[in-house]
Every structure is written in C-alpha cells, then in structure tokens.
C-alpha cells in the first residue's frame, strides 16, 4: 500500500510570498495529482504529473521519480489561493487514489 | 474542459430515512466513476469504484448493502444513503474519469463540489 505524506500541514504565509508544499511517496506510482479544496469542500484538479515539471499561471508543480517526491509552488501568492492542497498518488494498474493528508494554506493580505 | 456536477450539495435528513446523491459529467463520458467520503480535517476516502452497467467494487469496510451505487450510464451515477444514520454525516464527493484518451492522458479524476450530509 502507498502512503502519501505531505508537509507541512498547516501554512500561513503574507500575500506575495513564494509557497512551496511538499509531497512525497513510498511506492512507485503511475501519476501524482495535486488538488485544491476549497472551504466549501468542492475539488479542482490542478496537476497530474508522472515527470519533470508543470505549469499553470502562478502554480508550478514538480515530480523527482527517484526520490519519490513531488512539490507544489505558488508564486506571488494571493489570498485567493487559501485553500487546503491535496497530494494523491496513482497506483500502476488503477486508477485509485491515495491521498496525503492535505495541507492548509492560509494566504494574509 | 470536463465538468462533472453532483446533486444536492446539502441535504438534511431525519434518521432512518434514504438519501440519494447524484453524479453527472456533463460534458464528457465517464467510464469510471468514484465515491468519497470525507469526515472534518481529514483526508478523502475511498467508498466505491463505479463501473458503467457492472456492480459496484467497495473498499474494505464499506458497508454495500448501506451505500448503493449505481452507475445507469456513462454520464450518471448515484449514491444512496440508506437507513441514514448520524454517524453517516458527512461530506460525500463524486469523481468521474475519462480512462485512457488518444493522446495518452489517463488517469485524470474530475471532482463534483460534493455533498454534505447531515442526518439528525
């Protein structure tokens, strides 16, 4: 089984600052996913990724194969972006995910 | 893009009555569907992988009998709550997947904005 962790849990940062999240994995998966949870709970799907690097506007997400980690950035973050950031692995074979524990980020104007 | 819509997004209900969520992809077929179920501060969890026109694969520990899915058609799938109880209170969440596409794109999960149950 694939255990997904991600860190930090909980981050607090002042509108413009350049935000990283972390994720890492203990199984070779097929793709990683990181997602947004807004406060009401709907999901969106920013990045699936199983190499190298991604970008979308002010979000930019990276995947290191070998050492089964993955980060997320925000770039001149807004308080817009508060929202809880959700790692998830794909296992090869299906199309489950696992999920990390989320991270909450919390953007000061 | 890929839309998928889920219905109602908040329910209250008396305990021991059913409650029925719905999933849709609006705009896209879904050849697999999931549901998930999310307890306060905590990480989604996997109820059932639903599969068009085929029986439902539940999760260890996942009451079936309780949780009826069924998947109609490639666009719809419902969840149905029975015999609601408080400790199913909680926030239910629909994804839908294309599967494998032309270009090689697989795997990717389109999330409905959920549904929050509570059962009194």
């Known amino acids: 089984k694939n255990e997904v962790e991600q860190s930090p849990q909980n981050l607090t940062a002042q509108e413009g600052e350049f935000i990283t999240i972390n994720c890492s994995y203990s199984?070779?998966?097929?793709?990683l996913h990181w997602l947004q949870q807004h406060p009401g709970g709907g999901i969106v799907s920013l990045f699936m990724l199983s190499s190298g690097k991604k970008k979308h506007g002010r979000l930019i997400a990276t995947i290191n194969i070998q050492e089964k980690h993955s980060s997320l950035h925000i770039t001149a973050s807004h308080p817009r972006d508060s929202a809880v950031y959700i790692c998830a692995a794909t296992n090869f074979g299906n199309e489950k995910l696992t999920f990390g524990t989320g991270t909450r980020l919390t953007i000061i104007p | 893009g890929a839309v998928v819509s889920q219905h109602p997004s908040w329910v209250i209900c008396k305990s021991g009555t059913s409650v029925k969520i719905e999933c849709r992809s609006l705009?896209?077929?879904?050849?697999?569907m999931f549901w998930y179920r999310q307890f306060p501060k905590q990480s989604l969890m996997l109820m059932a992988t639903s599969n068009e026109g085929s029986k439902a694969t539940y999760e260890q520990g996942v009451e079936k009998d309780k949780f009826l899915i069924n998947h109609a058609s490639l666009t719809l799938s419902t969840l149905t709550v029975t015999s609601a109880h408080p400790e199913d209170s909680s926030f239910y969440i629909c994804?839908?997947?294309?599967?494998?596409?032309?270009?090689?794109?697989?795997?990717?999960?389109?999330f409905g904005a959920g549904t929050r149950l509570s059962v009194l």
């Open positions: 199984v070779g998966i097929s793709a």
């Open positions: 994804s839908a997947s294309k599967g494998v596409t032309g270009t090689g794109a697989k795997n990717i999960q389109y």
């Open positions: 705009d896209f077929q879904a050849t697999t």
